[in-house]
């Protein structure tokens, strides 16, 4: 660690506690070549969580991409933004489970769509519509199709032989 006031990298530290609750480690420091002290502090670094879309290009995960994402789904839909921001924290956490780094894109529309359609179908069907991107096209069919199959069949719309 530099010396703030002589720039020396010679130093002890004569006091190590915990600060922030336990988050940090507060350091006291004394300066080899000074002799004066200055304070640092240790935190633990985020840890970025890589996701590769489509075409293999790398970003870090996005909650706030998938809050916007969920609210424009949710819209007039009766869910709550707590219900919204409880999908986001477990996706994210769902993935930072998951090995693979970076985690595919498409895997996080999955799990996105797999919590919203438990909640609402028009929300998922909107998300799902909307983020195809997140899905390969075929699964978003798939999907589709697997909603529609629930969906009882109308009366009288057998096609006459
Ligand atoms: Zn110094």
């Known amino acids: ?12 530290v004569i006091d190590s ?3 922030e609750e336990g988050r940090a480690i507060r350091r006291r420091r004394e300066c080899i070549a000074c002799g004066r002290r200055y304070t640092t502090f240790e935190r633990a670094e985020e840890v970025p969580l890589l996701v590769a879309k489509r075409g293999g290009v790398e970003e870090s995960f996005d909650r706030t991409k998938i809050i916007e994402g969920l609210n424009r789904a949710c819209k ?6 707590s219900e919204v921001e409880s999908i986001a924290d477990d996706v994210e956490e769902a993935m930072r489970a ?4 970076p985690v595919p894109s498409a895997e996080i529309g999955r799990e996105v769509l797999e ?3 438990l909640l609402d179908e028009v929300a998922y069907l909107r998300f799902a519509s909307v983020y ?5 096209l075929t699964d978003f069919e798939r999907e589709l199709g697997l909603l ?3 969906s009882p069949p109308k009366q009288g719309a057998e096609e006459s032989p």
């Open 1 to 12: 660690m530099r010396c703030p006031y002589c720039t020396s990298e010679e130093d002890k």
């Open 17 to 19: 506690r915990l600060a």
């Open 76 to 81: 007039n839909r009766p869910i709550t933004q």
């Open 98 to 101: 998951d090995g693979r780094r």
């Open 115 to 117: 919590r919203l359609r």
């Open 132 to 136: 195809k991107d997140f899905q390969e």
């Open 148 to 150: 529609l199959k629930k």
